[in-house]
């Protein structure tokens, strides 16, 4: 046993913990990863500090102590469930908790209808303290542990928390770990001469060092703000801000940087949190000449915090927000030794969606299912088809390319498209984030008014309002029954279309992607229950995509969703297993009729129940062809 081993050991004896009874999950979770835990520190910061090794060691038993007895008796549960959260019966919605039901009280209320929609697992946007104006929707954090006061308080959010757990839903918040508001305490001390403080954050005297890590770094918002660092008068210092003049950038080569953020973590573990998003991890290591993203530091440093959460706060799993390349998105997961992030955002898929939507050719997004689909047994993907934030067209040139396209001209398409300066186009959306020197930019707007809902109602025409809707259902069906959690975004629920309010707002009017965070208008969502509406449409459709899949346990994610080409290009599926059922999904991705052949797909059986628009058929009896109206799907229940 090294030295730190035994030090460790001394600590554990120390504090009295009942290691052979209540405690022994603690010290079974320690011992099993306490080697990793010493290795990561070293390999980070070298092999002189095990003052603040001993400092996390500490920090770990204290959390442990003050978890609720409740959330220990659901860290078993969890336990014995193994990977809980790649269940089929998790399903998600992502939301603003001041936009959908005003605060958190009244978030409360609201459970009933998100219940009878079939979610039981509620992401709650940034709900921590943030300035106005300068919040970057909440991702500019000035406290960690503060609920901010137009949501409630943190007796608000516990008491949330205490209704999902009798309503056995889950709870998914999210940690800032890459900056904080420059209102932070942190960096309110650095500005004011404390120089433990200033070295939370990269500080420059001159634009030196900034001007060579400009060399190579991209420009996150190029329009709103340009360049990588600002100019702060407190400090009469540059500061690295990567995001926004008013995020300032944590130092993670400062151990002490990790510790605190390893106790803000530990913080949200104890409120009983599900997941925990973890926001913009790919940007936490900065080293000169690279792009200062996806860093091999990063990943350490991810896999130490994942190992110190498996310890003190074991049922609470980590969600890596990594939105970048396919292949690259992979490394977040880590591997079967090297256990990182337990769940990631298929954010590649959901871009495939829009780009098969689009061009009527699922060829793309076939060819991109290799990045993509080779992940560790135990982990999962968030899957979804609209969220908080923009599109992005992050598949690869590659793939692009082996499909038979210019990546170039099918960039501008999609584009085109997407932003309605392309005539044959039923969307309506915005170009965000356009940056001239490079022509990239990223798509924001609704669901339901990229589907092509919003310009079919302002014609009031019947035919394209139906097409929109078969659209919306059809792209929801495809994440909803991919392997990994589905997680709806609020008001997509019931169509609702692009919010343009943001233009007049001071501290919206610069992000567009504020068209498509609606605030909710409950009339509008009783209309769910008017049969034949568009909402009760939407509405019912979306609850039954979500039945279908809490029915099926072979929707479960055990690495079984094997993708089939149709022989078509209109079309695309994947097929689910597992020891007691087969399913198979086929989605239409054109405005037009396809008609497929049985044996070219190879469907496994002759007798199915296509439990969408429930009908039994026996293949032969329908001279082995399956026909698909525009924008239509079939999910395929093989019988025995």
């Known amino acids: 046993m090294t030295q730190i081993e035994t030090q460790i050991n001394d600590l554990i004896k120390a504090s009295k913990l009942k290691i052979n009874g209540q405690d022994n999950l603690f010290y079974f979770k320690l011992v099993s990863n306490l080697k990793q835990i010493i290795s990561l520190f070293h390999t980070i910061y070298g092999p002189n500090k095990d003052t603040e090794l001993l400092l996390l060691a500490k920090l770990m038993i204290n959390t442990w102590k003050e978890r609720a007895e409740s959330l220990k008796v659901r860290d078993m549960q969890k336990e014995s469930k193994r990977a809980w959260y790649t269940d089929h019966d998790i399903v998600g919605m992502s939301l603003y908790v001041d936009r959908f039901a005003n605060n958190l009280t009244t978030l409360k209320e609201k459970i009933p209808y998100l219940e009878d929609l079939g979610i039981n697992f509620l992401h709650l946007m940034p709900i921590m303290k943030s300035p106005e104006n300068e919040s970057d929707g909440g991702y500019a954090v000035s406290d960690f542990k503060a609920v901010e006061a137009r949501f409630g308080t943190m007796s608000d959010l516990k008491s949330l928390q205490n209704r999902l757990l009798e309503h056995n839903m889950y709870l998914m918040l999210d940690v800032v770990i890459n900056h904080t508001s420059h209102h932070h305490e942190w960096a309110q001390k650095a500005k004011n001469g404390d120089k433990t403080y200033e070295d939370f954050f990269y500080t420059f005297e001159d ?371 597992d020891e007691n059922e087969e399913m198979t999904f086929i989605f239409n991705y054109s405005p037009h009729k396809i008609y497929m052949s049985v044996n070219q797909y190879h469907l496994d059986g002759e007798k199915f129940h296509e439990l969408w628009r429930d009908h039994v058929f026996n293949i032969r009896e329908n001279a082995n062809l399956l026909v698909f109206d525009p924008y239509q799907f079939k999910v395929l229940l093989k019988l025995q």
């Open 207 to 577: 634009r030196n060092l900034p001007d060579q890590y400009e060399v190579t770094m991209p420009e996150i918002f190029p329009h709103s703000s340009p360049g990588n660092f600002t100019w702060s008068a407190e400090l009469n210092k540059w500061v690295m801000t990567v995001f926004n003049y008013y995020q300032w950038d944590l130092n993670y080569t400062n151990p002490s940087v990790f510790l605190a953020m390893m106790d803000t973590i530990f913080f949200y573990g104890n409120l009983g949190v599900d997941i925990l998003r973890v926001d913009a991890p790919a940007f936490i290591w900065k080293k000169l000449g690279t792009t200062c993203q996806n860093l091999d530091e990063a990943h350490l440093i991810l896999q130490l915090f994942r190992a110190c959460v498996d310890v003190a706060t074991p049922g609470m799993a980590l969600l890596g927000e990594a939105i970048v390349a396919p292949k690259a998105i992979m490394k977040y997961f880590g591997s079967e030794v090297e256990n990182e992030c337990s769940v990631a955002y298929n954010a590649t898929h959901m871009a495939l969606q829009w780009d098969a939507l689009a061009t009527g050719d699922t060829t793309v997004m076939l060819m991109s299912q290799g990045d993509i689909y080779h992940k560790p047994q135990g982990s999962t993907w968030i899957n979804y088809t609209r969220c908080h934030d923009d599109i992005g067209l992050g598949f690869t040139d590659e793939n692009i390319i082996k499909a038979g396209f210019s990546p170039y001209d099918h960039r501008k398409f999609l584009k085109e498209y997407y932003s309605g300066q392309y005539s044959g186009s039923d969307a309506t959306g915005l170009l965000f984030a356009y940056n001239p020197k490079t022509e990239d930019a990223r798509i924001s707007g609704t669901l339901a008014s990229l589907c092509g809902l919003e310009k079919a109602i302002t014609t009031n025409d019947k035919n394209n309002i139906n097409k929109a809707i078969n659209k919306i259902l059809m792209m929801q069906a495809n994440s909803i029954f991919m392997g990994g959690i589905p997680m709806l975004f609020y008001g997509d629920d019931v169509g609702y279309t692009n919010d343009y309010t943001y233009q007049t707002d001071p501290g919206k009017e610069y992000d567009n992607r504020w068209a498509h965070r609606p605030i909710i208008d409950w009339n509008k969502n009783q209309k769910a229950n008017e049969l034949g509406s568009i909402e009760n449409q939407i509405f019912i459709g979306t609850q039954k995509l979500i039945s279908i899949r809490k029915n099926h346990a072979c929707i479960t994610d055990a690495n079984n969703t094997l993708w089939i080409e149709c022989g078509n290009k209109h079309l695309i599926g994947f097929r689910r297993w």
